[in-house]
């Protein structure tokens, strides 16, 4: 199975702050990635998919990049809605895996 | 409007058999993959396994020897069936739209499962 190791689990930043989330393939996944953001008490919302493309209705201050094993989501201009959990997903290989997670809080 | 929405049991005993249904509107069970993911304490989230637009599925291994996705294409239903359960698959159960990628873009709200005596 692929590993998907996320850094960092917790992360404490202030509003209008850039921020950026890193998640590690334990192997070359071709950019087969998505990341999903998780408020408390709700499901998984997709917002990057293919490392790269933004999911339709999300602002434009998050992006993606990445390629091989090393990928990154970046909020821009950090919002108050965006407290929530991160999670990055690879879908390159069966079993598709799931990251363990980042929780961003506000300083 | 994409909507899905999981009922099931909240509370499970060990052994026993969990069944779940996943009820959508908005769209076609044969024009999209249907996927299952459970988040538990335990391991966070993971995939379980789906049930391609033709009515094939996958499996995460594991699960594999425990777990049955199906559908009725004319209810608009896709069920999760996971027998021999234990503590450990304690957690919330979601069905989610995948695009026919590997990739989730709709979700439903999800079902907290407890499986205890």
């Known amino acids: 199975d692929i590993q998907m190791t996320q850094s960092p689990a917790s992360l404490s930043a202030s509003l209008g702050e850039t921020v950026t989330i890193e998640c590690r393939a334990s192997?070359?996944?071709?950019?087969?990635l998505a990341w999903y953001q998780q408020k408390p008490g709700n499901s998984p919302q997709l917002l990057i998919y293919d490392a790269n493309s933004l999911a339709d209705g999300v602002p434009s201050r998050f992006s993606g990049s990445g390629s091989g094993t090393q990928y990154s989501l970046k909020i821009n201009s950090l919002q108050s809605e965006d407290v929530a959990s991160y999670f990055c997903q690879q879908y390159n290989n069966y079993p598709w895996t799931f990251g363990g997670g980042t929780k961003l809080e506000l300083k | 409007q994409v909507q899905l929405k999981e009922t099931g049991p909240g509370l499970v005993q060990p052994t026993q058999t969990l069944s779940i249904t996943c009820t959508v509107s908005?769209?076609?069970?044969?024009?999209?993959?249907m996927q299952w993911v459970r988040q538990t304490p335990g391991k966070g989230l993971e995939w379980m396994g789906f049930i391609r637009s033709g009515g094939s599925t996958e499996y995460n291994s594991e699960f594999k020897s425990r777990l049955s996705i199906s559908r009725d294409t004319s209810k608009n239903q896709v069920f999760l069936k996971m027998n021999s359960l234990k503590t450990e698959d304690t957690g919330v159960y979601y069905c989610?739209?995948?695009?026919?990628?590997?990739?989730?873009?709709?979700w439903g709200q999800g079902v907290m499962v407890t499986v205890s005596s």
């Open positions: 192997e070359d996944i071709y950019s087969n």
């Open positions: 989610a739209r995948d695009p026919l990628m590997g990739f989730f873009d709709y």
């Open positions: 908005g769209f076609s069970l044969t024009s999209y993959y």
